[in-house]
């Protein structure tokens, strides 16, 4: 979708930006009409047509083939019409002027002018309304509306030449012109991004160094068929280029070798697919944000414990942080500790198998405000999300611990206890029986299943979590839970695919504002048991009435409406909360 601009601009392109100065001629009037009593004389001529007072017809000029001589010029009646069409058949809008010469149409007179009533398309559409429709196009729409007619070309043409924000998904077979086509229609553009089907490499970043001057977001993703091979020195030379780039987020990067990033301006940047950099230099002094996945191979040679020391030096601003890789270690934590980048809030280290609780103690001595910690795939243990809840009571909020081995039901109920601000909490694969291994594992987590292999859990355990601020709780793959008590009136999303050994009797459900529930690869006792916890709570919210025990005190009966004490805003409310339904997902 094609955003507006500031300050729309109406514009009739049809009947005024290219409108035909010759006139439609009129078919004259028949000999019938005429036999009237002529009293007067004709006061105009009969070869020019022009006014005979003060008008000489001397010269030997002939009246062009489209003069108006037949149409009174007090009431004259033309019409706009299109060279590419016949005025017979498709006519353009009639404009109607008055005696006042002054209120003609002078094609050199710019559109802004015009007012709103008479900025009207061929369609009967004001240009504003036009514009509003063709704007919610998408690129191919708006190519094939160009094709309708002159005004409908130059509309979208606007369009293009307006457009800020473009999203285009590159085909296998398209090259680089396809995209060049598309943006040197756009000379606007601020945010650019791309879905590559087909290889890209460094001539397409030259093109959109050169059609996009003012680019400021840039997405480039990359399809399973499709492979990046831009370079580190070529990424390089475009970060350097573009000085008014600010996010940067690019898929595929496999064969950057390395790179030394420079940029006075960048504060977004994402790089996934990484493998076995030689350096990575960042010099980006307003760099907030930054994120880098690696290619899950063991044999990946990145020395992230430099890289991470680079970062605290010249970037001292990152608030946020997400780095992927199997090769984060202990070392590379304490590299990050030394960084002492003091306005970190969200940090994320994933898949670090070396991740311990010593790594933990390092972290909390260093960062005390954080607001998001993920150590999924970590080495951390109860104890590690001891050291978290005592360090970042008030003011973590979201705690992601999945494929963690060494995090019992005790440690997930300490931090839920413990963290009285916590809203996400996703503990998928913690809680697992001896030897399972969830059906969508990937291989590169081997390493982390031999892991849990080697320091297996008790099964058959219970969770009960109570908590008034939590919204969304994952227990995905959690195959040793077997019993679950939630009281939490704030969650609306649970994710209990493949808890299969979760019994249906154990499962109490205190959550009132449930929308979706997640239980795929459950038991089909749990999944019944689900729906009918899930529609007994929606029951319950049906009937608010209260009730009241009769004087004697032998039956219990409804108050009547009438001797309710709500007020009807309330009954309101709780009309509105009778439609919410929570759906359950099996599949």
Known sequence: MLPLPSSLTKRNSNTMQHFHPEPLIVPTVSSDANRGGKKRGNYNCGRCGL????????SKTTPTPTSASTVTPSHSSFSAVSASFRPSSHLRRALSFDEDETGRFDPSEPVDAWPEEDDLDSSGLPGNLLWEVLRRLPPAGLLSAAKVSRGWREMTRSLWRAAEE???????????GFVSSILQKCPGIVKLSLRMESDVDSTMLACIAFSCLNLAFLEISVSDT??????????????????SLKSLKMEGCSNLGGFVLCSSSLSTLWLSDLYSLSKMVFNCPQLREISLEFAHRESDST??????????????RLQNMHISSMRLSHAAVLALTAAKLSGLRMLSLILGSEVTDASIAAIASSYLNLELLDLSGSSVSDSGVSMICNVFS?????????LCPNVTSSGIQFATAQLPHLELMDCGMTICEPNSHHPTADENN????????????????????????LKKLSLWGCSGLDALYLNCPQLNDLNLNSCRNLHPERLLLQCPSLENVHASGCQDMLIEAIQSQVCNAFTDMENPSPCKRLPDGSKRVQVPHLVNSESPEDEKKQRRKKRRLCNVVVD
Not at 304 to 313: A, D, E
Not at 394 to 401: K, P, Q, S, W
């Open 51 to 58: 006014p005979k007072k003060g008008h000489d017809c001397s």
């Open 394 to 402: 008030e003011t973590l909020t979201r705690l992601l611990l999945a």
């Open 446 to 469: 081997r390493k982390l299943q031999k892991t849990s292999s080697t320091n297996l859990h008790l099964t058959n355990q219970k969770l009960i979590i109570k908590h008034s601020c």
């Open 226 to 243: 499709a492979v990046n091979r831009i370079s580190g020195v070529e990424l390089a030379r475009f970060v350097a280029d573009k000085k």
């Open 303 to 316: 020395d992230l414990s430099n890289m991470v020391q680079g970062l605290g030096r010249s970037c001292p």
């Open 166 to 176: 473009l999203r285009i998904r590159v085909p296998a077979w398209a090259q680089v």
